[in-house]
C-alpha cells in the first residue's frame, strides 16, 4: 500500500504538504492541494493509518520505543518526554525492545504501525533502537533520539547530543594534565563510528598518543569492575575515561581495592553526570548530558511533523565536562 512518503515524492512535494493536505489545511495553495489529490488517486492512496494518526494535525498518543527504561540516559530521555507531552496534552506509552533480533524488532515496529500508537519516538542509543528506526514504515509519523552520524540518509527527523565531540574534549583534557595516553572503558551502546569511543580515539589520534585497546563492559557493575580490575593491574594506566558515571563507580572500586588512588595514581573520568556523581569521594570529573532536553525536543519534533509544520530547532545544552576531584596531573 502506498504511503504519504509515496504520495510527496509522487507529487513533488514535501510529506509534510501531504500531512497539510489530509488535515485541510488553509496553509496548501489550491494547485499544490490538486497535485497531491491527484498523485493520491494514482497511487491508490488510502489515508487510513496516517489520517487517523494525525487527527487534528496532532496525534493524542505518542508511543516511545526503547530497549531500557532504568539507565540514566533512557530514563532521562523518557522523562523530557513525558513532560512535553504533558504540556502539549498527549498521552505517552512506552513499548521495550527486549533485543535487536528479529522477532522483536518486529513486534515492536508492528505494535507502533497501529494507528492507535500515534506517533512515535524511538531512543535509538544502541542497536534495539537503530534497529526499529530502520524498519519504521514510512507512513508512521516518528523521530528519533541518537547518536550523531547513525542512520543518516533515513529522512526522519534524528536529534541528537554531540557525545562525540564531548568525549574527544575529555580526552584533550586528560592529555593536557600531562597523561601520555588515556584507556576507555566502554557501555555496550558504543560503535566504533559514533559516540563516546569515536570521540576518544579521535582526541587520541589527533595527539599522536597511543591508542589503547578498548575494554568493554556490560550494562551491570559487574562487569564494569572487573573492568576496573584489568586496568588496576597495569601500573602504566594514569588515566580513565568511562562510558557512563555507573561504570566509572566500579571501576572507582576497582582501583581502591588494588591501593590505586583516584586522583595521586589514577584520574578518572565518567559519562552523562548522574544525580550524586558531585557526592562521591573523591567527587566525580564527568560529562554533562542534557537528556532531559533531548526528550523534549523529540517530543515537539514529532508534534510539529503530525500537524505539518517545520520542525523546530532543537534547544539543547551541549554536552561539556564538569571537572571536579577525581582528576589531576600524573605523579612525576
Given at each position: 500500500m502506498a504511503s504519504i512518503r509515496d504520495v510527496a515524492a509522487a507529487a513533488g512535494v514535501s510529506y509534510q504538504t501531504v500531512s497539510r493536505v489530509l488535515n485541510d489545511s488553509p496553509r496548501v495553495r489550491d494547485e499544490t492541494r490538486r497535485q497531491v489529490v491527484e498523485a493520491m488517486r494514482l497511487l491508490g492512496f488510502r489515508p487510513n493509518r496516517s489520517a487517523r494518526a494525525l487527527g487534528l494535525g496532532r496525534a493524542k498518543a505518542v508511543t516511545v520505543v526503547t530497549s531500557n527504561t532504568t539507565l540514566y540516559g533512557y530514563a532521562m530521555t523518557l522523562q523530557g518526554i513525558e513532560e512535553a507531552a504533558r504540556e502539549q496534552g498527549l498521552t505517552v506509552a512506552v513499548r521495550v525492545v527486549e533485543s535487536a533480533a528479529d522477532v522483536h524488532v518486529i513486534q515492536a515496529v508492528e505494535y507502533v504501525s497501529d494507528p492507535s500508537a500515534g506517533g512515535v519516538v524511538v531512543v535509538a542509543f544502541d542497536a534495539e533502537g537503530v534497529e526499529v528506526l530502520r524498519r519504521l514504515p514510512g507512513d508512521v509519523p516518528?523521530?528519533?533520539?541518537?547518536?550523531?552520524?547513525?542512520?543518516?540518509?533515513?529522512?526522519?527527523?534524528?536529534?541528537?547530543?554531540?557525545?562525540?565531540?564531548?568525549?574527544?574534549?575529555?580526552?584533550?583534557?586528560?592529555?593536557?594534565?600531562?597523561?601520555?595516553?588515556?584507556?576507555?572503558?566502554?557501555?555496550?551502546?558504543?560503535?566504533?563510528?559514533?559516540?563516546?569511543?569515536?570521540?576518544?580515539?579521535?582526541?587520541?589520534?589527533?595527539?599522536?598518543?597511543?591508542?589503547?585497546?578498548?575494554v568493554v563492559a556490560g550494562w551491570d557493575a559487574p562487569?564494569?569492575?572487573?573492568?576496573?580490575?584489568?586496568?588496576?593491574?597495569?601500573g602504566g594506566v594514569t588515566a580513565i575515561l568511562c562510558g557512563n558515571d555507573d561504570t566509572a563507580l566500579a571501576v572507582r572500586r576497582a582501583l581502591y581495592d588494588v591501593g590505586r588512588d583516584v586522583p595521586g595514581d589514577v584520574s578518572l573520568v565518567g559519562f552523562d553526570d548522574v544525580p550524586g556523581s558531585a557526592y562521591w569521594t573523591p567527587s566525580l570529573t564527568t560529562v554533562r548530558m542534557d537528556f532531559a532536553g533531548l526528550g523534549r525536543a523529540c517530543l515537539l519534533a514529532l508534534v510539529a511533523e503530525l500537524a505539518g509544520d517545520a520542525v523546530p530547532e532543537a534547544a539543547l545544552a551541549s554536552p561539556h565536562l564538569v571537572v571536579r576531584e577525581s582528576t589531576a596531573s600524573p605523579r612525576g
Amino acid at each position: 500500500m502506498a504511503s504519504i512518503r509515496d504520495v510527496a515524492a509522487a507529487a513533488g512535494v514535501s510529506y509534510q504538504t501531504v500531512s497539510r493536505v489530509l488535515n485541510d489545511s488553509p496553509r496548501v495553495r489550491d494547485e499544490t492541494r490538486r497535485q497531491v489529490v491527484e498523485a493520491m488517486r494514482l497511487l491508490g492512496f488510502r489515508p487510513n493509518r496516517s489520517a487517523r494518526a494525525l487527527g487534528l494535525g496532532r496525534a493524542k498518543a505518542v508511543t516511545v520505543v526503547t530497549s531500557n527504561t532504568t539507565l540514566y540516559g533512557y530514563a532521562m530521555t523518557l522523562q523530557g518526554i513525558e513532560e512535553a507531552a504533558r504540556e502539549q496534552g498527549l498521552t505517552v506509552a512506552v513499548r521495550v525492545v527486549e533485543s535487536a533480533a528479529d522477532v522483536h524488532v518486529i513486534q515492536a515496529v508492528e505494535y507502533v504501525s497501529d494507528p492507535s500508537a500515534g506517533g512515535v519516538v524511538v531512543v535509538a542509543f544502541d542497536a534495539e533502537g537503530v534497529e526499529v528506526l530502520r524498519r519504521l514504515p514510512g507512513d508512521v509519523p516518528g523521530v528519533a533520539a541518537i547518536e550523531p552520524g547513525v542512520a543518516a540518509g533515513s529522512g526522519r527527523t534524528l536529534i541528537c547530543l554531540d557525545e562525540r565531540l564531548a568525549a574527544a574534549d575529555a580526552t584533550r583534557y586528560l592529555l593536557g594534565l600531562g597523561h601520555r595516553t588515556v584507556h576507555h572503558v566502554a557501555i555496550p551502546s558504543e560503535s566504533g563510528t559514533g559516540g563516546r569511543a569515536a570521540g576518544w580515539r579521535q582526541a587520541l589520534e589527533e595527539a599522536g598518543a597511543e591508542i589503547p585497546a578498548v575494554v568493554v563492559a556490560g550494562w551491570d557493575a559487574p562487569s564494569a569492575y572487573e573492568a576496573g580490575r584489568l586496568l588496576a593491574a597495569d601500573g602504566g594506566v594514569t588515566a580513565i575515561l568511562c562510558g557512563n558515571d555507573d561504570t566509572a563507580l566500579a571501576v572507582r572500586r576497582a582501583l581502591y581495592d588494588v591501593g590505586r588512588d583516584v586522583p595521586g595514581d589514577v584520574s578518572l573520568v565518567g559519562f552523562d553526570d548522574v544525580p550524586g556523581s558531585a557526592y562521591w569521594t573523591p567527587s566525580l570529573t564527568t560529562v554533562r548530558m542534557d537528556f532531559a532536553g533531548l526528550g523534549r525536543a523529540c517530543l515537539l519534533a514529532l508534534v510539529a511533523e503530525l500537524a505539518g509544520d517545520a520542525v523546530p530547532e532543537a534547544a539543547l545544552a551541549s554536552p561539556h565536562l564538569v571537572v571536579r576531584e577525581s582528576t589531576a596531573s600524573p605523579r612525576g
